[in-house]
């Protein structure tokens, strides 16, 4: 499917029956994306839902890690990670380590309106890439890195890769089992939630040039990112001044807010949250637990969870889920099964939310985004790109001629 294919005459792609509305909320914003792996091209691909014209660079020949971590792929050989967030992109290859390659990405800059890189800092001041370089070429960019530890302090230097942070942050310290060694995350949370916060930065950056005209760099840090992520937790070693425990299913502030085995060897979370909701799942057990003083309020379940916890893992094991879910639903208690990914994908809620998406002409299904825009939804354009398949249009587009990029082609610089 052609690149420049516009949302008009994209009719052949599914959108779980989401009509295509048009101008998107970005449209018009051209991003020139530096970036790999993970953290940078889950920013770019929401810029690209968005509506945002993103031409991703990679490296001659090899191209971006991702393509190349498998199995598994799709049938036409796309690896899944890859696919995971590089759709309603272009792709172009460039050597940004010639001179040529380097002239090629500054006139890129010159026109784009944000430029997203991935690099440890100053990586790419040796090949005039830098944000004050580019800066001096196109005034009005919108540089935004995002690095491991940021660009100030005592570990700016350092890489970054998301399990390390996700273990220096604190996060790991307070995932797994109590008794068990600590536990990272099942999926790259930390890579993610960095991600996020580069776009907000860069939404805000955009919204601030409309008014003073200029530029900036917006600086996210996969550390930064990850010692907000302890949010509540973070917080409680602030008040207290003590160390967090790992609590594994357990909830620090609130109990019974955990998981629960059942009679059929299945598992279930129950969400209690107030003093209400306990006396409803008492009620609905038959169980007298919250006329005891001991259970009467939340501080008190949480100070006394080691005997009440046991009372109720009992309780559980005598039923199935079905049960006891049934039971705690009609009691209007918070609850619900831990389903696998393969029965997350298949809730009809899921599918109704047009969170599974398919492209027309490829094999290639992806995760849906989760932002519900009325008026400019987000449209899902084109699968993944092949590596480089939009160099020579681009480069077309840049007043290049056919015997010039045909140079560059031989010279090996894309």
């Known amino acids: 499917m052609d690149a420049d294919m516009t949302p008009e005459n994209a009719t052949d792609i599914k959108t779980s029956g989401q009509e295509a509305i048009a101008p998107q909320a970005l449209a018009g914003i051209k991003v020139l994306d ?5 953290a940078g091209p889950s920013c770019t691909q929401i810029l690209a ?8 660079v990679e490296r001659p020949i090899t191209g971006d890690e991702t393509r190349h971590w498998q199995p598994p792929i799709f049938e036409d050989g796309t690896s899944a ?29 010159a026109e784009s309106d944000v430029l997203v890189e991935n690099f440890k800092v100053g990586g790419l001041q040796k090949y005039g890439l830098d944000y004050e370089s580019l800066k001096a070429v196109n005034p009005r960019l919108i540089y935004a890195s995002l690095t491991g530890f940021g660009q100030t302090g005592p570990d700016a230097h350092k890489p970054g890769y998301d399990y390390i942070i996700q273990g220096l942050s604190g996060i790991m310290s307070i995932t797994g089992p109590a008794d068990g060694e600590p536990h990272k995350v099942g999926v790259a949370v930390v890579d993610l939630f ?45 008040a207290t001044n003590t160390t967090p425990p790992r609590l594994g299913n357990a909830h620090p502030n609130i109990t019974p807010y955990q998981v629960f085995a059942t009679g ?3 598992h279930f979370i129950l969400a209690c949250g107030n003093d209400v909701q306990f006396g409803r799942i008492c009620e609905a057990l038959g169980l007298e637990l919250h006329l005891e003083d001991r259970y009467s309020t939340n501080p008190k379940r949480v100070a006394n969870r080691n005997t009440l916890t046991p009372v109720l893992n009992n309780v559980f094991a005598t039923n199935t889920r079905e049960h006891w879910l049934e ?20 809730m009809p809620q899921v ?64």
């Open 34 to 38: 530096l970036s790999r792996v993970l």
């Open 49 to 56: 839902d968005l509506g945002a014209e993103v031409i991703k």
């Open 81 to 109: 990670y890859f696919a995971t967030i590089n759709r309603n992109k272009q792709s172009i290859t460039v050597d940004m380590t010639k001179p040529e390659g380097q002239a090629l990405l500054k006139r890129l800059a």
């Open 194 to 238: 960095a991600g996020l916060q580069l776009t907000i930065g860069i939404q805000a950056a955009l919204l601030a040039r409309q008014h003073s005209g200029q530029g900036q760099q917006v600086d996210v840090a996969l550390l930064d990112s990850a010692i907000a992520m302890l949010a509540n937790i973070g917080m409680n070693q602030l």
């Open 264 to 266: 059929d060897n299945h």
């Open 327 to 346: 039971l705690l639903e009609a009691a209007q208690v918070p609850c619900g099964p831990i389903h696998n990914v393969t029965e997350a994908l298949a």
């Open 351 to 414: 599918q109704a939310r047009d969170m599974v998406i398919s492209f027309a002409d490829s094999p290639i299904r992806v995760l849906g985004n989760p932002i519900k825009l009325s008026a400019t939804p987000v449209q899902y354009r084109t699968p993944p790109p092949a590596l480089g398949a939009q160099t020579q249009q681009t480069l077309t587009r840049l007043g290049m001629q056919a015997e010039e990029i045909a140079r560059l082609q031989d010279q090996q610089v894309i």
